[in-house]
């Protein structure tokens, strides 16, 4: 699944636009971390191939279930926006370097 234009709605406006600007460098660190261990068993990586392991590390990780739990985002579906938000705005970063 692709981040549309929706999700994106939804997610600034659940202000996780604004967690992801709040601190960059460790959500880098985890996309970073997602990529390099999907690159080891897929060669023509893909955003979505990312996203899937990104969301599993999201889903234990303690300010990101804090935050949900503080906005009350229920919904599963948040880890996977959100795994879809990080890799959008850093996907040529994280490909190209």
């Excluded at 692709?2 to 996309?31: F, I, M, V």
């Excluded at 970073?32 to 899937?52: L, M, Q, S």
């Amino acid at each position: 699944m692709a981040l549309t234009q929706k999700k994106l709605q939804d997610l600034n406006d659940a202000s996780l636009t604004s967690l992801l600007q709040d601190d960059l460098p460790a959500w880098k660190a985890k996309a970073k971390h997602a990529y390099t261990a999907t690159r080891a068993y897929i060669k023509e990586i893909r955003p979505d191939d990312v996203t899937a392991l990104l969301v599993a590390e999201l889903e234990v990780t303690p300010e990101f279930r804090n935050y949900l739990a503080r906005k009350k985002l229920k919904q599963k579906y948040w880890s996977e926006w959100f795994a879809e938000l990080i890799v959008d705005r850093l996907w040529s970063e994280l490909n190209g370097g």
